[in-house]
């Protein structure tokens, strides 16, 4: 998962709305959006990452929602654990506990940025903040493959329309996911002077910089929207993209919590 955007109590309909896109290699394997049960006996909707195990955003019954981006860094060195291990270990461990566990192993995994959203509140840690682990309130939000809220064009773009999106929406779920997708899709790339420096090379750092990336053997993946209503209805949408953006299958779920 490579862009994050979340609206926490921007709404008096939709107190808590994510709006993401994953990136990544498409001979990558995976498994598409489903329920299923992790070995610990917790129920969740996600996508399962086939070749380390794990997955980079999951959903539980109750619309907790969790998600891990990872930290672009130049020359990345392998973590001992896989990421994808953290999203359900932040639905099924409180935040106290695993934070101490993460400040204490930060060397076990890759640079993450892993999110714990409901519609009330939610909390942040990244093994790369200098003070990890801290909560967050009513707002905006933006994550990509930094810390929260770095400035990157592509995460100011998407946190800037979701915001204005989600502060007019009407009390329509389905019409409120349209709009997001739609969003979600923009392919426009960041002007020079705006790129980032993640020591990739200026032509990856352009190809990088759209919130929506397109290309043959590596771009956006899927596109996934999770809303909470105030009335305790979860929604949930995915559509997930072959290389050049062709679209595939397309996920729809909705339950009252």
Not at 56 to 74: C, D, F, H, K
Not at 103 to 127: E, K, M, P
Not at 234 to 246: H, K, L, N, Y
Request: hydrophobic share 35%; charged share 20%; glycine share 8%.
């Amino acid at each position: 998962m490579c862009l994050i955007a979340f609206a926490l109590r921007q709404s008096p309909d939709f107190p808590l709305v994510v709006a993401a896109n994953r990136d990544e290699f498409f001979r990558r394997p995976t498994t598409p959006m489903d329920w299923w049960t992790t070995d610990n006996g917790t129920a969740v909707l996600s996508g399962r990452d086939e070749e380390a195990g794990g997955t980079w955003l999951a959903i539980t019954p109750n619309g907790t929602v969790s998600a891990v981006t990872n930290v672009r860094e130049g020359s990345p060195e392998r973590g001992q654990k896989s990421r994808g291990e953290l999203p359900l270990r932040a639905l099924e461990e409180p935040a106290e506990a695993l934070q101490s566990e993460l400040v204490s192993a930060t060397d076990q995994y890759a640079g993450f940025n892993l999110i714990r959203l409901n519609d009330t509140a939610g909390w942040y840690f990244s093994n790369r903040d200098a003070a990890p682990g801290r909560h967050v309130h009513r707002g905006v939000y933006g994550l990509s493959n930094h810390l929260l809220q770095t400035p990157w064009p592509k995460l100011l773009r998407l946190r800037e329309s979701l915001a204005a999106t989600v502060a007019s929406a009407a009390p329509d779920a389905t019409t409120l996911h349209r709009q997001l997708r739609a969003l979600l899709q923009d392919t426009a790339p960041a002007p020079d002077h705006l790129l980032p420096d993640t020591d990739v090379g200026l032509e990856t750092e352009r190809f990088l910089s759209s919130p929506f990336i397109v290309g043959e053997t590596y771009g956006t993946r899927c596109t996934t929207i999770v809303t909470v209503s105030s009335q305790g209805h979860i929604t949930v949408s995915e559509q997930t993209w072959g290389p050049e953006a062709r679209p595939q299958d397309c996920r729809h779920f909705h339950w009252q919590r």
